[in-house]
């Protein structure tokens, strides 16, 4: 007798699956046990079954794999929805699949022709064929509006009339789970459903199970492989860079992509402003727009704060969703899913957002695979901060090196140059206002890099000096060292732009010798460019968080004349200034030229008083404290400090060197001043010291520029009618009661940039031609409150009236305007004024102006 092995019995082979029958033996048992005595043909047949059904898994694998796998699973529920339609004869049919994770069921609509098919969904419990799926049982209704849990919203909706009803669960053969619900509404002869239906419905509902469960696992398993591909897709992408902003935007595409879903946001958590960042595409595609959000508002907020996933099949019914971006822009969102990004020390970074999935609500599955995506966006979007931040790092040192008015120089542990800035290159003689003064130093720098820094830097004992420093960490500092290079011809005629350096020739000072080249012949000093600098060295060596040597730095600060020149002009201006003015030679401050210019007064309020009962010494810490501020403030806007007159200050922005918003500038320097006073005051309150009061005068016009005094002693400074203004406006300031009063000029010049009001229109001390002055409130970006906005209008109502010469009205409006701000100087002044007119008037052809008799 033939041996048998399950599943196989003699040459016949039975209907179980050979490769089933295995996986089901005894793990005591094997194949190789089993095909040990069996005969060659039986040994063939069994090859050919194990054969065959490999190949039909293939072929199932294959199916999954295949993209349209879920167009074949939809056409084969369209086919038996449209038999088992045809053979009860009922109007129309429908499959319902279940969705056992969801607790849902869903089914395929056909929309038409060319269009993919519509994907709706029901909660199990609803309805009918939400009862059939609950309950497990058939229902059979033959009127469909006298059953309560009949929904007849879909026959208001479409027009449509349900009449019968025949609703029967399908179940798994080998679970007896359900696995789908079919309905069937109105049959066709207008008669109810009867039993003949139901029992013909149960000839084909066992195979119908097997088929339609076999359908979900291929579906379940396709959309599985699919997303295990494009998590893989997208965790490659993410790999690919190291840029923040391409991060983000690789981050939402491929989630949205992952997903299926309509939309995508990744949020960032900015801990120190606290709020959600991100950063989308425009309308028009082009750039990128940043977005935020408080970190604590709405679903995503919920997230970022707690940490928890939020899953939400309909965002309308969730307290935390906010609508209002729906309203404005016409979108609906139906259903949200949102899910924390942790770094890899488990700290929460982000927000993944996720709206409105194509088909249907997002599922655990859904969750799972964002889940592991997260996990690799919280890498990738951790590399790319850090490698943000070493790029900021590195560019800041850079920036700071580069800013550097002193000559800097880093070295390896061997003395070799590993870095050095544009004022080390301009020490030794590197052309820095030619046309290819960029080239030239680019050219200098690279061919300086990796060699000894002694042979570029002659300095003596330099060489001893670094490697004590490298040897045994010494640090030194050598005071008034001679420098000498110069400049050699290069392979072109002229010194710029081939231009090389040269050192002195080690045997003879007279001579030179082009760098980096000991053999060539060397010039007389006749032939070179010379430079001699006067510095003091610094050398000092670079280490690492425990202290270990990691190579050299050289300071070298150059204290020639030029030098000396340039840090006496930074007491005036600041430093871009300087340089400018310097570049441009002696001639702009020693002739002398008519500019258009802004020029600022202030002055402390009743000096005498603030400091007779302090000592010399805390009188001038006062002022040093006081000045050091006030100089930041016009320095701040370019502007130049022209002189302290006792407590008083005077600048000018527009000389020496032009500025075309001159006025601008100076109104922005006043309301600087008036800030940076407010901050002083507080530090000196809390020392218990009285508060400072300035006043301050600004107005624009011409006037003459340049050094001026005698042979002995000369500075640079303004003259001009412009300049007595400014001193008389600044004394105006107490007449009014205002800090800052600008003149119609600088008014003029800048009206449209700030909120100011007419003071009036007078005659100051000294002059022939009335001026307009105004108070300076604030700049026009910086919003004012209600009252102060009646008070101004009331106050522009009563000097229209008051210029008008109907000073009756006038006192009325001036008497409200006091009753809003009864300490304001400049409404008791025109009370006084308008009282006074009223008992005796003016001239008939008078202009407002009001002629001052003090200073």
Known sequence: MAPQIDGLSGPVFNQRSMITALSLANQSSSLTNRVRDLPTPQFISLLDQITAEFEHFLRAIDMINNESLEVMLEQILEAFTLKIGQILQAERTTIFMVDQEKQELWSKIAQGDGERSLEIRVPMGKGISGYVATNVTPLNIPDAYADDRFDSTYDQKHGYRTRSILCMPVLSKKTDNIVAVVQLLNKLNHTPFDEQDERHFKEFAESLGVILESCNSFYIAARNQKGVAALLKAISSLEQSLDLEKTLQSVMGEARQLMQADRSTLWLIDEESGELWSKVKSGDGKSLVELRIPSDTGIVGHVATTGEVLNIPDAYQDPRFNPDADKRTGYRTRNILCMPVFDSGGKLIAVTQLINKAQGTFTTSDEAFMRAFNIQAGVALENAKLFESVLVEKQYQKDILQSL??????????????????????????????????????????????????????????????????????????????????????????????????????????????????????????????????INLTVNPLTNPEGGVLGGLLVLEDISQEKRMKSTL????????????????????????RKDVTVLFSDIRGYTTLTEDLEADKVVEMLNAYFETMVESVFHFEGTLDKFIGDALMAVFGAPLPLTNH????????????????????????????????????????????????????????????????????????????????????????????????????????KQRAVGIYELIDQRDTPLTADTEAFLDLYAQARSAYTAMQFQQALGLFEQAQQMRPEDKAVTVHLSRARQYLVQPPPEDWDGVYIMTTK
């Not at 030619?434 to 060489?463: N, Q």
């Not at 930074?570 to 030229?593: F, Q, S």
């Not at 010291?689 to 400074?717: A, C, D, F, H, L």
């Not at 449209?752 to 100051?764: F, G, M, N, P």
């Open 405 to 534: 008015s002193d000559a800097v120089i880093s070295t390896d542990m061997e003395g070799r140059i590993v870095t050095i800035n544009d004022a080390a290159l301009e020490l030794i003689g590197c052309p820095e206002d030619t046309d290819h003064s960029r080239t030239i130093r680019d050219r200098w720098g690279t061919a300086l890099l990796h060699r000894p820094v002694w042979e570029a830097i002659p300095i003596e004992s330099l060489r001893f000096r670094l490697e004590d420093s490298l040897g045994k960490g010494a640090r030194h500092y050598v005071p008034e060292q001679s420098l000498r290079v110069a400049i050699a011809p290069g392979p072109g005629t002229e010194l710029d732009p081939v231009s090389e350096l040269a050192l002195p020739d080690s045997d003879n000072p007279d001579l030179y010798r082009p760098w980096g080249d000991p053999t060539a012949t060397p010039v007389p000093k006749e032939v070179v460019q010379g430079i001699e600098r006067s």
């Open 663 to 766: 006025a601008w500038a100076a109104v922005q320097s006043a309301l600087d001043m008036r800030r940076r006073l407010a901050k002083f005051n507080d530090e000196r309150d809390v020392l218990g010291q009285p508060k400072i009061r300035i006043g301050i005068g600004v107005s624009s016009g011409e006037v003459v520029s340049g050094n001026i005094g005698s042979q002995r002693k000369m500075e640079y400074t303004v003259i001009g009618d412009g300049v007595n203004l400014s001193s008389r406006l600044e004394g105006v300031t107490k007449e009014y009661g205002c800090d800052i009063v600008i003149s119609e000029y600088t008014y003029a010049l800048c009206a449209d940039r700030i909120w100011a009001r007419e003071l009036d229109r007078t005659q100051v001390k000294g």
């Open 570 to 593: 930074y007491r005036y201006m600041t430093p871009g200034v300087a340089e400018r003015v310097m570049a441009l030679g002696d001639d702009l401050l020693m002739k002398g030229e």
